[in-house]
């Protein structure tokens, strides 16, 4: 072989070899954005203000992200939308109840995105099946009982929703194809579409214009008629069921629609008109202890009961409950020094395995159902010896100083969460979230099984390709010399 032909390909396999080490160190970085990092905590409670402001037979979704604090704080399902179908990242979202992704032409939309994923902006006017929803048809005047103040003919039905923390959305509905993968048998899946009305996000401000977490949109699973569950419900595509595993450990995990027949899971009814997924909390208990609170405290903010939501992060509890639950935990602990970081979360310094350092949480609802919540779960890690406390004081935490109970992906992680519409219930079962869970199909009788996904890994398709060729090319090499 020439010599400089040699030696190119010697550069190249090197620049190879390069890209593949900084590809793989890539994925993991920003799947786990938090870690170590003190001063992006304030982002993680910057989200979960955003969220208390925002009010067929099987389905299988593919996930990605992490509910820990300390990396990526949020889950994220892949789907597809229009003619021909694009793909769009979006954030899971029990506690909202419309889809709405980036739309073409919009202001201060991100451009990109430090989860490892690409952004896209869906154009109406680039599927075949997109059409536009006026202000006097029935989905508008449904979603605002009543058709929008000024509303005329071929005007179109506006959406805006402004957070707590000024963040805001605004755009139009559409109506398009979703496609999304059926279950078909045994971790099989085939495509298969429907139509839904969804927002077109052409304005975005605050935290949804930057790039640190940034995905294409939203995918609200609430109980309201505009949610994407009820709109495939009512056109007979799904059952209004659905099931979530979050998974810790290695990110991602499993999240179905459908009915799911293993493992068994008890249930706990939904409080009815409640804007969103409330449940009757009776008492906690912090190791052996009960705490001693008032009946009614678990009543307090604008809604009853106590609110599941795996759009939030964190766990917020009313003063009186915090402070209880904070009093026992930190009696196990009486030497530890307690600083505070950023102004709003609780930490401290400890070497030891905190499972055997600290209790565990039982949170008990009506019907027994209880929630065991493990200090693993509710403690977390932003440097290698230094922890801090996930509950939160939901009354500090409001700028209207309105309590709450509300539980967010840090107790509901590594557990099959099922919600259950058609009965009005909700429950839950610890359960290893990287494993599988099986699915009924309504239409067949068939049982079958649903695994994880972790999003982030389809990069590593990309490094097969690239070490296959790799591989290629050293062949090649040493057939030359």
């Known amino acids: 072989m020439d010599p400089r032909t040699r030696l190119a390909l010697l550069g190249l396999l090197s620049f190879l070899a390069l890209f593949l080490s900084v590809n793989g160190n890539f994925v993991f970085s920003v799947q786990n954005k938090f870690k170590g990092k003190e001063r992006s905590m304030s982002a993680l409670k910057d989200h979960d203000v955003r969220r208390h402001r925002r009010i067929l037979s099987a389905v299988d ?51 990109k995105s430090n989860l490892g994923i690409d952004l896209t902006l869906y154009d109406p006017k680039g599927s075949s099946t997109s059409k536009l929803v006026n202000c006097d ?37 559409v109506k398009d194809t979703l496609h999304f993968n059926k279950v078909t048998g045994n971790r099989q899946t085939a495509t298969t579409n429907g139509s839904v009305i969804f927002g077109c996000g052409a304005k975005q401000s605050g935290e949804l214009g930057t790039s640190s977490e940034a995905l294409d949109g939203i995918l609200g699973f609430g109980q309201a008629n505009s949610s994407m569950l009820s709109q495939l419900a009512s056109s007979g595509k ?7 595993c979050l998974d810790t450990a290695n990110g991602g995990g499993i999240f179905a629609i459908g009915e799911v027949v293993q493992p068994k899971v008890k249930t706990t009814p939904l409080v009815p008109n409640q804007a969103h997924y409330n449940v009757v909390m009776k008492a906690i208990e912090v190791g052996d202890d009960v705490l001693q609170l008032p009946t009614d405290i678990f009543d307090a903010g604008d809604g009853k009961g106590t609110i599941i939501d795996s759009g939030t992060t964190l766990a917020y509890l009313p003063e009186l409950v915090y402070e209880g639950v904070m009093n026992k935990i930190m009696s196990r602990q009486p030497d530890l020094k307690l600083h505070t970081v950023e102004d709003q979360f609780s930490c401290f310094q400890f070497t030891s395995n905190v499972d055997d350092g600290f209790p565990t949480v039982t949170f008990n609802f009506d019907k027994s159902l209880t929630l065991i919540v493990y200090p693993h779960d509710y403690l977390f890690q932003i440097r290698e010896d230094v922890w801090c406390i996930g509950w939160q004081n939901s009354g500090l935490q409001s700028k209207d100083g309105k309590e709450m109970t509300l539980l967010g992906d840090m107790v509901l992680s590594n557990k099959l969460v ?18 599988s869970i099986k699915v009924k199909d309504e239409s067949t009788g068939e049982v079958y099984t649903v695994g994880a996904h972790n999003i982030s890994s389809a990069s590593s398709q990309i490094v097969g390709k690239l070490l296959t060729f790799l591989l290629i090319m050293i062949g090649m090499l040493q057939i030359f010399t």
């Open 61 to 111: 979704l593919e996930l990605g992200g992490n509910g820990l604090p300390s990396e990526t704080g949020l889950y994220f399902a892949r789907i597809g939308i229009g003619s021909p179908s694009n793909d769009y990242f979006v954030q899971v979202d029990t506690g909202s109840d419309i889809l709405w992704v980036n739309c073409i032409g919009c202001e201060k939309c991100p451009k």
């Open 238 to 244: 799904v059952k209004k069921s659905f099931a979530h």
């Open 418 to 435: 099922l919600y259950d519409l058609e009965n009005q219930a909700i429950g839950w079962t610890e359960y290893n979230c990287s494993t």
């Open 137 to 173: 048809q029935d989905f508008c005047t449904a979603t605002y009982d009543g058709q929008l103040p000024g509303c005329k003919p071929n005007l179109l039905c506006q959406y805006n929703v402004v957070y707590g923390d000024g963040s805001s959305t605004a755009g139009y509905f």
